[in-house]
């Protein structure tokens, strides 16, 4: 077993063996980039020294053996007090976990070599401070020395030299300092062959302390993996005015443009760009300063942009006019920079299309879509919900929704804030820039709303105790009154007192040829959730193939047939006032559906008949207003009203008189909408539209119920004979439904899962109450990823696999899709791809995230051997396409 | 193709060829019986002609020699005017249809032998009475005339003789009548044999008849079997006084008692014993009358008994002094006499303890431990509910819990009519003898709580819409207020106004004897549904091995602890006056498992903590007076335990904060219920008596949910170090656990799956709320069993096997029950051995059923090959035991 290799040794493809950190320095020394020399301990090592407490036997000699290679190479000997040899001792393990385990600098240290470091930086005052450093970094990592101690020890230094910043302290109170520390450290050793082996077990031993073991936890990164020990010869470049540091990207990271980007400090060490005392300078005046190294450095950003063909995120450090290259990665970007450097690469032929398309992530998009909180700017978090809705909001605090109209009205931007949203507030939260709840998940009626909108949301903030009576809500000591200003984040689920500082969005070219690529990759289709024709018409810009859900009860809500609504509810169980009702609904309806097969000419449209439980419809009982309107536009006394609305009160309305039980039970209203559907269909398609319609029979749990409903759609399609195509299908909602899709299959033309309501009833969650619980468990860990913004592919995706195997054996071209909101997450989008549905359907302002995620499966198939076949299920024939270009 | 069997070519062993009452008609004459003379149309001839439109081609030839035959026998003539030969005509599938295909009598009358009857018999009304009968029947049944005409023109005979009845028409008068009814039906055949090729015409094609259809469909009887044909020669009671006709049961089938029980009238039809005109004399008056007759009659009961094994229901007609024998069939009997005579069968050796338990539908013995209406009684139904609660209840009418207490404390008997029940509902349903409900359903908490306490109640009565604040209910027309006497009987589902005859409950040797067989015979284990030290004795009395659910938060309602729960409840938020209030509760908690363990000494107690939301423990919102005692118990305002209610509101309390969730949340709850069940074992365990406890997690969606609830157990545990047996499990109630119960197996040591629940999320149906549409289903047959009260074996029994199927690959011997309320229906009881469960829990009261449905399947997985290994489940070793003198 060779336990130690040298950078030289080593390469990118060998993270497993030497980590990270070790594989690229490795590589970049490959590339004969200037990487002060080193070697790397294997994660073999230290898999061995944590399971049997001792080193490999031949590891001494190894040990040995490098270091005089290192030595021999830096022309500098470990404790050599002349020429001492200074390394730093890090960690790497195979994926990165920053900060999580141990590391010692300046390592060599003691009374002789200093001595050396002071002749050969001629700067007395940095030696002693390393050194204190070291033995600080030393005494609490290696030693386990309580690191308060130390800052006791500086602070009453301090106070003796009656100076307040450490930067005031001499040379020699330093060397002081030194020996005050090492009173705190008795044991610290002088010999640096031992402090090297104690710094080596240190960083072993640190895998497994408690946070770098809740890190992998929450990382799902293997426990069993180990780190690798990178030691390497320190470089200064803080050795006078020929020296300095600094870090660089090789593109723009907030904008994208193609310029070389950083900053850098002349005669300082890395942590002083970080600190902010002195103001570094930006890279082009290194030109100016050291033009040959700005050249050299210019030279190193190509070869590495070119070698790893990513953006590049590097340190360097220059020594006495040296440079050498410290790290390079890939670099973190805006999503506006994540988009522009993957489609710029692709022109510059850097990389291909499938890899710019594997290179943005889908959920940044949402950024593009949404005006955000500017990622450089500070804030107080006053408290966090869920992210329900992304982008930001800043506005006013209002309590109602008639508010949220008035306030708007005058001219005012208002963020309104509620326990929960219901249907009646939609005019309100029209009016709003963005919704704070205090109760609900991710599915609950603001958070689904507020998507569909593309407005920002932060439901099921927890903490929040909201008082729409004395317009107000109270987080622990804070009270927030009406007209306070807020600014909330559904990106992040933040709520923050104040203004903050925005980004707007942006769609551009880049956003749109990328977008091009994915649909030429991408097997599934996307298709929208839309209400109205505007909807509808935006999600097609945005890219959408068809309707998934039109939900036909958002319409119900508008002004001008609420109360035609509601006339045909209260009169429900008299034959004769509910025809006349429905009559009058009709043509309303039928417009609607009109203008929706307009906006969506030549594409699939599922219509989801009526599903909501009725009362959600009728005004609340205390409403003596409304209920006295209701009361004029009836037979009915006000009386027999209140008595209507409390009789139709649900102890659960989740799993109540709603969905196709709604349809059988009073048939007449299936029939309105059936007629409604087709007859506006009949005359699209007169117009020259090509109207396809599949019109939806929701929560089904039984074949006899769909063929129960099925029958007065097809009573009224027997009728009017329609001219066009149309599909009667089920949405898949019911744990039951897939539990018997086989069954179900043999009279359902497609099927739509509502995962929203599959997962409530798989888990037993209900979304307007989860958030009692959900923070605390996803707190808790019981639950990694709430359920309903992202798939439980263990529980409610074993259903769902389910059902598209029963369903296809029975029929095996059957179309199946979901409409839950699960449709515009990237993970369950792929998860839909790998189980072999035909479409997701989400909101249109995630339409671009689904379009790009489902182009990335496709790709990590081919790439990553992440099979469909591993899902055991039936799909029918679809031979992904790639780019003819595509032949690396 | 052999179309025609005379009646001595078969056996009862040829159902399916001859249908049941041809099969019977030649088993009887087999047996040597005077039955009278005929053949059968085989069912596969029905097919023939059905598809075919035709007879079998050598069917003509059949028919005249069976005929022939026929003829021969009786020394009668179709046709011949001088002894003419008449016959019935009559269906007969396999599976008994009654009334819903066609029968033709007295076919072979026509003008010219209607003068032989006359000779024969020397009664000429009678003979011209059967003469119009059958020309009506033939004409409604065989030709399609509209009945009402037959019925105009007796009508206008009556009126044109100035007579009211039927009866008080002379001979000439009908034989006018039979000129009238030919002109109705104008094409009637003169020719017999005409006659009887259309009747058995009209009797195949009957099997396609909508009501006949309709009812296959309803009792699942397969649409292609067909009927067969029945050709009877008549036999007639009314011939004088040496004729006669009755009907006799071996054994009295509402006593069970071995005597010989019947009636009958000389010289009279069938239909005169039914329609009530004479009165029938007791059979022991035949002895009297005709002694060779009756002991004829006597020797072929006994024989007919113990040919068949079984209590009989026999026709007989005396003509001329010959007994004839019509029909015999296992006669219908009360639950009484079903135990009796099937106890007594096995005393007289007649059958074997096996079949015996086979004889007695389990579901029949609830009417043993219940009063029931007697079902001799007429009455008229005001309403239908669903029947929740099996047993029967006269009392005063009262709308409110208070009132339910004051009423019965003046010695009133009350039933307790509500919209909906409530857990503060508990003392007026104690107090009450019956529950009506408008809402809810078969496990709603009236439901649950009922059947717990042997209570009977009718659930979700629709129609009725009941007013507490105007101490009345309506359905239709009717108003029922306060004080006014109505009947519920539990187990039809039927309201009746005033009171009705009932029937008392009896408990007896036989029962006893029963039940001590079928734990003989059972594999299946039975548990209770206990919550009480009460109710848990009392199980144990009816046969109970063990209490499968002891629900906590039953214990919690009880007047002197309600106060501590709600005290509990609103200082959750602040650790330390939670404290307090849990102090105050754990000794009380801890008394109540003391009660449970003495009682339950030797055998299993799986006790469930805290299950159900906490608002369900909070006064009403608008409950002042509570809400100021709460507040002066606590530090609280009234304002603030005002909010604390309110924000504990839950829009779908099913799927909200309950279960395990709350004690994840408020770790303190679980930590005091498991020192309570912990220490009162303890303590019991020192007193010698035998604790075996197991501690039962609710409602857990996840592993880790459960890995977190266990922690706070074991904490406790740890400590107190338990000196009995305990487990730690979980109720498997969500399909989520169900999907994922291979994991979970890692962690619990049992499993009780909660099918209330379960189905409720499987169907998305709240048991709350489905009184709106439920009943529509069953009445559409969109659903035919509700499922929360028969396990849907298609859905969620799917989720159960899975369940099984999972949890023992993973932990082989892992111990699953079911304690929903399915535990005691039989079909579900049945279900559960098959799918291999350990046990089923169930209400004290239906213990004996479940008992007895549990020893039941074994033998029809013996006698029937029902066989296990069907559902592909895999079971540990149970071999079933038999009784060693089962070998027949």
Known sequence: MKSIYSFHEGSASMKELLGGKGANLAEMTNLGLPVPPGFTITTETCNFYLEAGEYPENFPDELGAKLSELENKMGKKLGLSENPLLVSVRSGAKFSMPGMMDTVLNLGLNDETIKGLIKNTGNERFCYDSYRRFVQMFGDVVMGVDHDLFEEAMSELKEKKGVKLDTELTAEDLKELVKSYKKIVPNFPENPLVQMKLAIEAVFNSWNNKRATTYRNLNKI?????????????????????????????????????????????????????????????????????????????????????????????????????????????????????????????????????????????????????????????????????????????????????????????????????????????????????????????????????????????????????????????????????????????????????????????????????????????????????????????????????????????????????????????????????????????????????????????????????????????????????????????????????SIIDNLHEVNPMLGHRGCRLGIVYPEITAMQARAILEAGIECTKKGIKVIAEIEIPLVCDIKEFIAAKAIIEKVANELKPNFKYKIGTMIELPRACLTADKLAEEVDFMSMGTNDLTQATYGFSRDDSGRFLPRYLELGIIKDDPTATIDQEGVGSLMKMCVKLARQTKDDMEIGICGEHGGDPRSVEFCHQIGLDYVSCSPYRVPIARLAAAQIVLKEKTEEVARRDHGVIKKAASPKYFPAYNR
């Open 222 to 642: 293997p426990h069993d993996i180990g780190t690798a020990v990178n030691i390497q010869a320190m470089v200064f470049g803080n050795m006078g005015d020929d020296s300095g540091t600094g870090v660089a990207f090789t593109r723009n990271p907030a904008t994208g443009e193609k310029v070389f980007y950083g900053e850098f400090l002349m005669n300082a060490q890395g942590e002083d760009v970080v600190a902010g005392i002195r103001t570094p300078l930006y890279i082009a005046e290194l030109e100016k300063n050291i033009p040959e190294i700005y050249k050299e450095l210019f030279s190193i950003k190509d070869l590495l942009e070119n070698h790893y063909r990513d953006m590049q995120d590097l340190e360097f450090t220059i020594e006495k006019g040296k440079l050498f290259i410290l790290q390079t990665r890939n670099g973190k970007r805006t999503a506006k920079a994540s988009l522009k450097i993957a489609v710029d690469m692709v022109a510059e032929k850097l990389i291909t299309k499938e890899e710019a398309l594997l290179r943005v992530n889908p959920s940044q998009l949402d950024n593009l879509l949404h005006p955000s909180v500017d990622p450089s700017c500070k804030y107080k978090v006053l408290a966090k919900g869920l992210p329900a809705s992304p982008g930001a909001a800043t506005g006013k605090v209002v309590f109602t929704a008639d508010d949220a109209c008035e306030w708007t009205g005058k001219g005012e931007k208002v963020v309104l804030v509620r326990k929960e949203t219901s249907p009646e507030d939609i005019h309100g939260m029209n009016a709003a820039l963005g919704i704070l709840t205090s109760t609900g998940g991710n599915t609950s009626h603001a958070a689904v709303v507020c998507r569909g909108m593309g407005k920002c949301c932060v439901a099921g903030a927890g903490d929040i105790i909201v008082s729409a009576k004395d317009k107000k809500f109270k987080i622990g000591g804070t009270e927030v009154s009406e007209g306070d200003t807020i600014t909330i984040n559904g990106t992040t689920g933040e709520v923050i007192l104040g203004e903050v500082k925005m980004t707007a969005p942006s769609l551009d070219e880049d956003f749109t040829e990328l977008m091009s690529w994915a649909d030429e990759v991408r097997v599934l289709k996307i298709r929208t959730n839309a209400d109205t024709p505007k909807d509808a018409r935006l999600a097609r810009e945005f890219g959408a193939e068809g309707i998934g859900l039109c939900r036909t009860e958002h319409m119900f809500f508008e002004e001008d047939r609420i109360d035609l609504v509601r006339e045909m509810i209260v009169t429900k169980d008299n034959p004769k006032a509910i025809e006349k009702a429905l009559s009058k609904l009709l043509p309303i309806q039928k417009e609607d559906f009109i203008g929706i097969f307009e906006a969506m000419d030549g594409l699939p449209v599922t219509i989801r008949l009526l599903d909501p439980p009725l009362h959600e419809f009728l005004p609340k009982i205390n409403d003596t207003e409304k209920i006295a309107e209701l009361a004029s536009q009836t037979d009915l006394t006000e009386k027999e009203i209140i």
